[in-house]
Structures are given as C-alpha cells and as structure tokens.
T-cell receptor, first 115, second 112 residues
C-alpha cells in the first residue's frame, strides 16, 4: 500500500532563511514523487516531481527537493524563504508500476514565513 | 497554458438532494480523478477514471457516488443523495500516464 507522511503540521521560518518541509513515503517498487502547494481557497498547484534520474529536482518558485531512496524521503527545500511562500504544502506519491494511478497525499504542512 | 476547469465554484444543496459537479480536464490527458478535501485538511482520493471506466475507487466512493464522461470533454461527479458529511471541497484532476496531475480550482459543496 502507498502512504505518505509529513511529520510537521506547521513550519515557521523567517524571511530570507532556508526552509525545509519534510516528507517520507512508502510504496511498492519505485516511486513517483510530487510536491504541491495550496494557497487559501485555491486548488493544488504543482511544484515539482521526481520520476527518475538526478536525485535533486528543481521546480517552480525556486523550490527544490531531494530524493533519498535509502531514507525513503523527499524533502522540499528553498534556500531563501519569502513571505509569499506561506501556504499549505502537500507531498504525494504514485507507485511506478501504477501508470495513471491515484496520487496519495500526505496530511499537509502549513508553512509560515514571517518578515 | 492548459488548465482543468470546474463548475460551479460553490454549490449549496439541501440534505438528500442530488448534485452534479462538473469538470473539463486538459484535452490530451487520458486519466481523470476526483479528490475531496474537508476544511483545509488532507486531500483524499475518491476515484480515478480511464478508458471510459472506473480504474480505482476509495472507500469514500460508495453507491451514492458516480462518475461519468458524457462526451469528449466533460467529466462529472454525481452525489445521489447528499449528506451533511459530504460538505467539502471537491477537486477534479487529470494527467497523462506518468506525469503530474493538474488540479482544478475546486467546487465547494455545502450541504445544509
């Protein structure tokens, strides 16, 4: 069975500081991994994905994520946080073998960036 | 840029009434999904649809729910007899086989 865990309900950082939002996953076989962001009263916006290849993937708005197979993690990072990054972030996984299959989402982490 | 569109943005209905939520997926995508989110909480999978049939559904997707792709563009979710606990944001999404799913802006369903 697929599952995703985001161990932190909330992450608080000061503007200009680096940020990390944690995600660990469980899936049979190789994973497809995704990060989405949700602003208040809006839909989910795709940020980045890991399918194969380089373990460090870069996405929208300066975000990046590092795939670590041994730790089954896919943490989201940004070198310098902006106040406008404040939002709800969701990690998601799809099993490699399950083409077109459902995404399973973590419970979400609320990121708050203070000036 | 192609996007998934959903209508209506907000639907208020009385308990026991039928509602139909509508979605227009991205045109060259083959996989379609409905997800539900209750008050900013976890995004829950409801159903996936491929090749004109349901490919997977969750425990939430009981006999009160149905999906349909009536023509080449629309993808609908019907709730036959709404309950108070059906109140949530409903998101439609579409994807190709391997890539990310693109989500619509959602329909806020309020059952009173």
């Amino acid at each position: 069975a697929q599952s995703v865990a985001q161990p932190e309900d909330q992450v608080n950082v000061a503007e200009g500081n680096p940020l990390t939002v944690k995600c660990t996953y469980s899936v049979s076989g190789n994973p497809y991994l995704f990060w989405y962001v949700q602003y208040p009263n809006r839909g989910l916006q795709f940020l980045l994905k890991y399918i194969t290849g380089d373990n460090l993937v870069k996405g929208s708005y300066g975000f990046e994520a590092e795939f670590n197979k041994s730790q089954t993690s896919f943490h989201l990072k940004k070198p310098s946080a902006l106040v406008s990054d404040s939002a709800l972030y969701f990690c998601a996984v799809r099993a490699y073998y399950n083409q077109g299959g459902k995404l399973i989402f973590g419970q979400g982490t609320e990121l708050s960036v203070k000036p | 840029e192609p996007e998934v569109t959903q209508t209506p943005s907000h639907q208020v209905t009385q308990m026991g009434q039928e509602v139909i939520l509508r979605c227009v997926p991205i045109s060259n995508h083959l996989y379609f999904y409905w997800y539900r989110q209750i008050l900013g909480q976890k995004v829950e999978f409801l159903v996936s649809f491929y090749n004109n049939e349901i490919s997977e559904k969750s425990e939430i997707f009981d006999d009160q729910f149905s999906v349909e792709r009536p023509d080449g563009s629309n993808f609908t979710l019907k709730i036959r007899s709404t309950k108070l606990e059906d109140s949530a944001m409903y998101f439609c999404a579409s994807s190709d086989a391997l890539g990310e799913a693109f989500f619509g802006q959602g329909t806020r369903l309020t059952v009173v």
